[in-house]
Structure formats: C-alpha cells, structure tokens
Nanobody, 126 residues
Framework: QVQLVESGGGVVQAGDQLKLSCQAE????????VAWFRQVPGSQRELVAA????????AYSDSVKGRATISKEHLKNTVVLSVNNLNTEDTAVYYC???????????????????WGQGTQVVVSS
C-alpha cells in the first residue's frame, strides 16, 4: 500500500527557513507528479508548490513564489519543500500529495492526486 510520510513541521520563527520532506513507500516519486498543499482551519486546502513527473517542471502559489523551492531527491525517494523568509501567514497543516499517473507537466488540481500524507503542522511564531 502506497504511503506518503511528511516530516519537518513544527514551530519556527518568522524570517526562518522551513524544510518539509515527503517520503514515499511503494511509489517512485521520480516518475510521479507531486505537490504540497496547505490548509488553515476554516479555509480550503490550497496549493503551495508542485512538480511534474519531469523535475524541471515546477509551479508555486503566489503566496510563496520567490521564497519556495520544490525538488525531488531521487536516491531517497523524497520530495522536499523549502520555504524561506517565513511569516505568520505560512502557519498551516502541510500535506504532500502524489499521483500514480505520469505527467511531465505540473498538475495543480487536487483531484488528480491519488495519495496523500497525513499532514504536518507548521506554526510560524512572530
């Protein structure tokens, strides 16, 4: 059974850097579109960043553009999301999602993703 396990959340200071990892079991992330979403209580889940099956295809939400990087670490079967210069609006539960369908391009539609992690809480303290 495919599992996605997120790590790296916690309490961080505003202005610091955040690094979240998503490791997969029984799914090769090198061939999969992968995305990070986040959700604040009372709000809809929103896309943060996504990478296609082809590593060079990436996309970012306006809220993190210029501050974030999504990348695949093939040897570890992991996708990493790094966000710099954190602010309190980055506080949310962050979810990793992956698809079993190859697509070289970035996919931003949540319904495309077959597998989801359990989520990791990030709190940015001012």
């Amino acid at each position: 059974q495919v599992q996605l396990v997120e790590s790296g959340g916690g309490v961080v200071q505003a202005g610091d850097q955040l690094k979240l990892s998503c490791q997969a079991e029984f799914l090769t992330l090198a061939f999969s579109p992968v995305a990070w979403f986040r959700q604040v209580p009372g709000s809809q889940r929103e896309l943060v960043a996504a990478v296609g099956s082809r590593d060079t295809n990436t996309a970012y939400s306006d809220s993190v553009k210029g501050r974030a990087t999504i990348s695949k670490e093939h040897l570890k079967n992991t996708v990493v999301l790094s966000v710099n210069n954190l602010n309190t609006e980055d506080t949310a539960v962050y979810y990793c999602a992956a698809s079993r369908t190859y697509d070289a391009n970035v996919v931003t539609n949540q319904s495309f993703y077959d597998y989801w992690g359990q989520g990791t809480q990030v709190v940015v303290s001012s």
